[in-house]
């Protein structure tokens, strides 16, 4: 059973909270509905349960609009779009503030998790196609790993492949990142020949220079 500390409340500010809430008031009443389809009483079960989570002036809003009018809990998609319209949560303003989102997503040694992220979001804002993705998460790419890929030849025509090659590289060799830029460094393929501090000469150290002994 889900509880308050499972979800974050929305106050009339937070737009990305209401839609995560909004959706579990769909999901938590699946079983409910399945076993006993009346839909009045699964609104006002979904509208009671979303209620629970509103506070401050959302919650405000809510108490006043019952209070006027008590059947406003018995249409969950009315009740939600009144929600929404009432705090400026657009559609154009969700999409933009996920555009934000995904244009700030760093890239990060926990792949799954980026993956996982980046994925919500693009499916969010219904970009579907494989070349966008692609070209998004090269842009994100440390120079690093860019390196690498165009070491090994990799380009990529779709984008679960893509994703799917990144993680299994990682995940076989956590450090590689590192790996990569310590072979970058022009000094890793050879050892630094030691120059002697009497004589100026590599390939021996003062101790053991000849010169003046």
């Given at each position: 059973?889900s509880?308050?500390?499972?979800h974050p409340?929305f106050d009339?500010?937070n737009?990305?909270?209401?839609?995560?809430?909004v959706?579990?008031?769909?999901?938590k009443?699946?079983?409910?509905?399945?076993?006993?389809?009346d839909?009045?009483?699964?609104d006002?079960a979904k509208c009671a349960?979303?209620i629970?989570?509103l506070?401050?002036p959302?919650?405000?809003w809510a108490?006043?609009?019952?209070?006027?009018?008590?059947q406003v809990?018995?249409?969950?998609?009315v009740?939600?779009?009144n929600l929404r319209?009432t705090f400026?949560?657009s559609?154009e303003g969700?999409?933009?503030q996920?555009?934000g989102?995904?244009?700030?997503l760093?890239?990060?040694?926990?792949?799954p998790?980026?993956?996982a992220?980046f994925?919500?979001?693009?499916?969010?804002?219904?970009?579907?196609?494989?070349?966008?993705?692609?070209?998004?998460v090269r842009?994100?790419?440390?120079l690093?790993?860019?390196?690498?890929?165009a070491?090994?030849a990799?380009?990529?025509?779709?984008?679960?492949?893509?994703?799917e090659?990144l993680?299994?590289m990682?995940?076989?060799d956590?450090?590689r990142?590192s790996?990569v830029a310590?072979?970058?460094s022009?000094?890793?393929?050879?050892k630094?020949?030691?120059?002697c501090g009497?004589?100026?000469?590599?390939g021996?150290?003062?101790?053991d220079c000849?010169k003046?002994?």
């Amino acid at each position: 059973m889900s509880t308050a500390a499972d979800h974050p409340y929305f106050d009339g500010s937070n737009w990305q909270d209401l839609q995560r809430l909004v959706t579990a008031s769909r999901m938590k009443f699946l079983q409910t509905s399945a076993l006993d389809p009346d839909p009045y009483e699964e609104d006002s079960a979904k509208c009671a349960y979303l209620i629970s989570f509103l506070k401050g002036p959302a919650l405000d809003w809510a108490g006043a609009q019952y209070d006027a009018n008590a059947q406003v809990v018995n249409q969950f998609s009315v009740f939600v779009q009144n929600l929404r319209n009432t705090f400026g949560v657009s559609d154009e303003g969700l999409a933009a503030q996920r555009r934000g989102q995904l244009e700030g997503l760093k890239w990060q040694s926990d792949l799954p998790v980026f993956f996982a992220e980046f994925d919500r979001l693009t499916q969010l804002l219904q970009i579907n196609d494989d070349a966008a993705k692609i070209a998004m998460v090269r842009n994100k790419l440390p120079l690093q790993v860019q390196k690498l890929l165009a070491e090994q030849a990799l380009n990529f025509a779709h984008y679960g492949t893509m994703r799917e090659r990144l993680i299994t590289m990682w995940a076989l060799d956590p450090h590689r990142q590192s790996a990569v830029a310590s072979t970058a460094s022009p000094a890793s393929g050879s050892k630094k020949r030691p120059r002697c501090g009497k004589c100026g000469r590599k390939g021996h150290t003062a101790s053991d220079c000849r010169k003046g002994n």
